[in-house]
C-alpha cells in the first residue's frame, strides 16, 4: 500500500451541520452521509457516505425501486424524488408507497 495512503473514505468524521440524530442523514458542506451517532451542532459525527439505509421519507410520494432518483430535503431533513432546491443523494433501493414516511436508498456515495 502508498505510504501517502490514510483510509478508504466510506466513513468520515464531520463536524455536525446541526443536532443529528445517529441513523439520521446529515448534509454537510457537498457531503450527504448517515450518521453512525448522534452529536450535537457543531461536535464531531462518524458519518457513512455509502451503503443501503432506512431513512426518513416525504410522504406524498411513490417510488419504483432503482428507477426513481432520490435527493436530500435539507430544510425538513428527509428524503425526496423532487429535485428542485434539495441535493441528489442516491436512488431508491425498494418500492415505497405513497404514504409510507421511511424509504430505502442506495446511496451513491458521490459528491455533490
Request: glycine content about 14%; some cysteine; hydrophobic content about 45%.
Amino acid at each position: 500500500m502508498a505510504a501517502n495512503f490514510v483510509q478508504p473514505g466510506e466513513t468520515l468524521t464531520c463536524t455536525a451541520p446541526y443536532d443529528v440524530a445517529g441513523g439520521a442523514g446529515f448534509l454537510v458542506g457537498v457531503l450527504f452521509a448517515v450518521a453512525l451517532n448522534a452529536a450535537l451542532s457543531g461536535k464531531p459525527v462518524e458519518g457513512r457516505r455509502t451503503g443501503v439505509w432506512n431513512l426518513a421519507k416525504a410522504t406524498g410520494e411513490a417510488w419504483t425501486a432503482y428507477t426513481t432518483k432520490l435527493y436530500w430535503d435539507n430544510t425538513n431533513k428527509r428524503l425526496t424524488s423532487t429535485s428542485s432546491g434539495n441535493t441528489y443523494v442516491g436512488i431508491a433501493a425498494a418500492g415505497q408507497a405513497s404514504g409510507d414516511t421511511v424509504g430505502r436508498i442506495l446511496l451513491h456515495g458521490a459528491i455533490v
